[in-house]
């Protein structure tokens, strides 16, 4: 495997263009399913499991920005009331929890160190920012993200993701691949994925194979970039400032690309 500087660097040189191509000729529309903002199963099966979702530090704030700049007075999870009319900001945990992976289950709850955080769920495992639309019929209708604008790049980017080293590749096995070549750090051309499979991976989700225009599709692709841009920025930065901390009973420690924190956003002294 190439270094994160060396796979930081094909991704700066990804061609938006090439991208968008393979995204066409893949095929996307948004059915608007909740499929990606939902568990495995849920509240129907003890078993099932979370919605997983990366969130970055600094769409963590914005998220919790959004709560203060949404008024809609209504007390849901479209902005917290607080009685006068105006939403307030959300707390760090009301938007992200520490990324289950590398915890342990102790006596009094997860323990442990782990990187990264995962947007908040409900009690089901859905996402806490997903909704459904009620229904003529009184069941769930068309689902919808309440913080749209403000989502993570995750969420703007699925189903697709860039098949680089270090770079995350959600919900499991990819179901369909395509893309261009990237060019290696000598400069000769090469097939740029991990695996020699497409760059661009989609991963399982209903509105695959569906037309879509080529203007929505470079804006997808320009967006992919970026995200696979900042994955890598974001691990070379967990790398280099990681340091084992002593968590002790039921203590979590997050490690992000801004040091070492607890579970509600703040730093642990050392």
């Not at 007075?73 to 006068?84: K, S």
């Not at 590398?102 to 920012?129: I, N, Q, S, V």
């Not at 991976?201 to 695959?208: D, F, N, P």
């Not at 929505?216 to 070379?236: D, G, P």
């Amino acid at each position: 495997m190439e270094s994160l500087e060396t796979e930081l660097d094909r991704a700066r040189d990804l061609d938006v263009a090439a991208l968008a191509d393979a995204i066409e000729s893949i095929g996307f529309e948004c059915t608007r399913c909740g499929a990606c903002c939902k568990a495995v199963d849920g509240c129907d099966d003890a078993d099932g499991d979370d919605h997983v979702a990366t969130v970055f530090p600094d769409e963590v704030r914005r998220l919790q920005r959004a709560g203060a700049e949404r008024d809609d007075g209504d007390g849901d999870d479209t902005g917290e009331d607080n009685g006068d009319g105006a939403s307030e900001a959300y707390d760090w945990r009301d938007v992200a929890r520490p990324m289950p992976y590398g915890l342990t289950d102790g006596p009094d709850g997860p323990e442990g160190e782990t990187f990264e955080w995962a947007l908040r769920t409900d009690d089901c495992g859905d996402c806490r920012f997903y909704a459904e639309d009620e229904s003529e019929t009184g069941e769930g209708g068309p689902g919808r993200c309440t913080v749209h604008a403000d989502r993570p790049l995750v969420c703007r980017t699925y189903p697709f993701s860039v098949a680089l080293g270090g770079t995350s590749q959600p919900m499991g096995e990819a179901v369909d691949s395509a893309g261009p070549a990237v060019p290696r750090a000598d400069g000769t051309a090469a097939g740029g994925s991990i695996d020699g499979e497409g760059i661009v991976r989609a991963h399982e989700c209903e509105g695959l194979g569906r037309d879509i225009s080529r203007a929505e599709a470079k804006e997808l692709a320009t967006t992919l970039k970026e995200r696979a841009v900042r994955e890598l920025e974001e691990a070379i930065a967990v790398r280099n400032g990681y340091e084992p901390v002593a968590t002790g009973p039921s203590g979590v420690v997050v490690h992000d690309s801004e040091g070492a924190k607890r579970p509600d956003g703040s730093p642990v002294e050392r």
